[in-house]
């Protein structure tokens, strides 16, 4: 990279979003640079999807989970993938007392898209335009008809397996042939849409490939996703987007470039560039594009923008409107729960837990009803799945080839787990702002995030928790247990918000393009931009959107706009 060149556009994040930028833009001509804050992986080193527990002994002794104890509330940082997530000590943020909201975050190229669920699924009008419907907060200024051509273009890049179920409130897709639903989640089906004409047991919509797609291979069904993917049979931009942009010889990656603020020009107002600061040598440094585009995830964005505050930007950048910060949601996450699937005990064990999906149950209240506690709604996600490790395996005798087959055919019920993802309503007062009196390894100011569940959300998980009983009861499933207990905010990784898309620069930090109001060559397309959640999983919006202010992104450069 060239001292001070200038390039057509910078983006800042390597992730799920910032890899749809980057080849969209490069694949139309524009010479990008895309920043990444962690290392670039080395999957040969760090993938662990293969090892074996007992390969994990020297892993488990380099580990050090009191610099991770944020991130090891999320099943996947452990001794397999505790390396694909920050150093809680070196990236603080800060919280009220009593109020805590778990940041899991990951800094390497391709962020937290090298340990994602997978899970894909569109918003409908249901949630765009939520606020029609209800009367809270506001409708968002797209429509599931304006990106629909978008969910295909990345449906079909990407590789979406799942099935076309025709429920309205979950619109159809581009997909993969979907992946087998087992005995026990079909026994659920049946009872349950036998029982509920508006309810539907579906098998789960994941970016995991069922059959050889654009170059990769198919999933082996090896069942261990979040440790990595050697053959990049699930979407991660290192296995997919970066290296599509790569071919078009107009990408530069630049990792262990921790973005700082946003440079503006003082003559026009415009911004310019991206202040950095080396990972590694701690040194500050300065690249310079001329379209600036933030995919750096939903807080880390914001936090950017108000390191980025100057004299004519008191507040931060881009929030003439005030709005920046405000409106942080997360989905209602661990209400749930499990037991046993005696009617499947007899059938053995045929890899049932390689199959790293589940069923999913789109949402149901208010849809056809209007519940009289709460607004919006929840949608869950589980499955009946055997695990390769039967139970009663320490009480069978005898090793070799005997004592395998007799653990095959255990005679052990299959378990089930069925939980709620719900919709947490935009408000105001969940929001991040800026603390200055405390900085992290690199000596930028922190976040301070302040959210809450509010009634409607406790309503809705209540709600929720009754509703999986009735329908495991209603399967003549055995209930073991139940948590009705929801995980504090951030712990679904979902979190989205902070800096919306809208009509009126007066309420909204970006218009219906992710085009910041107060600099137009200055872009977010991550999951800041979200006008209100939906229960549905983000990721898959997330792209789409990027994909569709992209295309408004080289549409406005040719133009001389920008």
């Given amino acids: 990279?060239?001292?001070?060149?200038?390039?057509?556009?910078?983006?800042?994040?390597?992730?799920?979003?910032?890899?749809?930028?980057?080849?969209?833009?490069?694949?139309?001509?524009?010479?990008v640079l895309v920043l990444e804050a962690g290392r670039k992986v080395d999957p040969e080193k760090e993938f662990t999807e293969h090892a074996w527990p007992y390969e994990m002994r020297e892993r488990a002794l380099q580990r050090k989970p009191e610099r991770q104890r944020v991130q090891s509330k999320c099943y996947a940082c452990n001794e397999y993938g505790y390396q694909f997530f920050v150093d809680d000590i070196d990236n603080p943020y800060t919280t009220p007392d009593r109020k805590p909201f778990d940041w899991i975050r990951g800094r390497q190229v391709g962020g937290r898209t090298i340990?994602?669920?997978?899970?894909?699924y569109r918003l409908s009008d249901w949630e765009f335009k939520a606020a029609s419907r209800d009367g809270y907060g506001e409708d968002w200024p797209i429509s599931h008809a304006e990106l629909a051509p978008y969910y295909d273009r990345v449906e079909e890049?990407?590789?979406?397996?799942?099935g076309n179920d025709g429920v309205p409130n979950?619109?159809?897709?581009?997909?993969?042939?979907?992946?087998?639903?087992?005995?026990?989640?079909?026994?659920?089906?049946?009872?349950?849409?036998?029982r509920w004409r508006d309810r539907h047991v579906i098998i789960g919509r994941a970016a995991i490939l069922t059959r050889r797609h654009n170059g990769r291979a198919a999933c082996h069904y090896c069942g261990h996703c979040d440790r990595g993917c050697s053959t990049w049979s699930y979407f991660s931009s290192p296995g997919s987007t970066l290296?599509?942009?790569?071919?078009?010889?107009?990408?530069?990656?630049?990792?262990?470039?921790?973005?700082?603020?946003?440079?503006?020009?003082?003559?026009?107002?415009?911004?310019?560039?991206?202040?950095?600061?080396?990972?590694i040598s701690k040194q500050a440094f300065e690249v310079f594009g001329k379209v600036i585009v933030l995919c750096a995830s939903t807080i880390e964005s914001t936090r950017l923008l108000f390191n980025s505050a100057d004299r004519n930007h008191p507040d931060g950048l881009a929030n003439s409107s005030g709005v920046l910060g405000h409106y942080l949601m997360d989905h209602t996450y661990a209400v749930s729960v499990g037991g046993l699937v005696p009617q499947v005990a007899n059938y053995p064990y045929n890899h049932d837990d390689g199959r790293a999906n589940g069923i999913y149950i789109p949402k149901f209240r208010n849809i056809s009803d209007k519940n009289p506690k709460f607004i919006r709604g929840y949608g869950m996600q589980g499955g009946v799945q055997r695990g390769m490790l039967p139970t009663t395996m320490r009480s069978i005798p005898g090793f070799g080839s005997d004592f395998k087959k007799m653990v095959r055919e255990s005679k052990d019920p299959a378990p089930f787990w069925l939980g709620i993802w719900g919709e947490m309503l935009p408000r105001k007062e969940n929001r991040v702002t800026l603390n200055k009196d405390k900085k992290d390894a690199w000596g930028i100011p922190v976040v301070h995030v302040d959210c809450a569940?509010?009634?409607?959300?406790?309503?809705?998980?209540?709600?929720?928790l009754e509703a999986i009983k009735e329908?495991?009861?209603e399967a003549k499933f055995e209930a073991v247990y139940a948590n009705p207990f929801l995980a504090s905010p951030g712990l679904c990784i979902h979190e989205v918000g902070t800096a919306r898309m809208g009509i009126d620069p007066k309420t909204s930090v970006l218009n219906k393009f992710n085009q910041t109001w107060d600099v137009k060559n200055l872009f977010i397309t991550d999951g800041a931009c979200f006008v209100?959640?939906?229960c549905q999983n983000p990721t898959l919006t997330m792209m789409a959107i990027t994909a569709r202010a992209c295309d408004y992104i080289v549409d406005e450069f040719k133009r001389g706009n920008l």
Avoid at 173 to 189: D, N, Q, R, S, V
């Fill in 471 to 473: 329908m495991v009861h």
């Fill in 453 to 464: 569940h509010s009634d409607n959300e406790k309503a809705m998980a209540a709600d929720g």
């Fill in 1 to 31: 990279m060239a001292r001070d060149e200038i390039y057509d556009a910078v983006i800042v994040g390597s992730g799920a979003t910032g890899g749809w930028a980057a080849k969209e833009l490069t694949e139309k001509g524009m010479r």
């Fill in 115 to 120: 340990t994602w669920g997978r899970q894909s």
């Fill in 532 to 534: 209100s959640q939906g």
């Fill in 157 to 162: 890049f990407i590789g979406v397996s799942g």
């Fill in 243 to 279: 290296p599509a942009a790569e071919r078009t010889g107009r990408l530069t990656l630049r990792p262990t470039s921790v973005a700082s603020h946003i440079i503006l020009d003082a003559n026009t107002g415009l911004a310019k560039g991206v202040g950095c600061i080396d990972q």
């Fill in 170 to 194: 979950l619109p159809d897709g581009k997909f993969l042939p979907a992946m087998k639903m087992t005995c026990g989640e079909w026994l659920l089906k049946k009872a349950v849409e036998r």
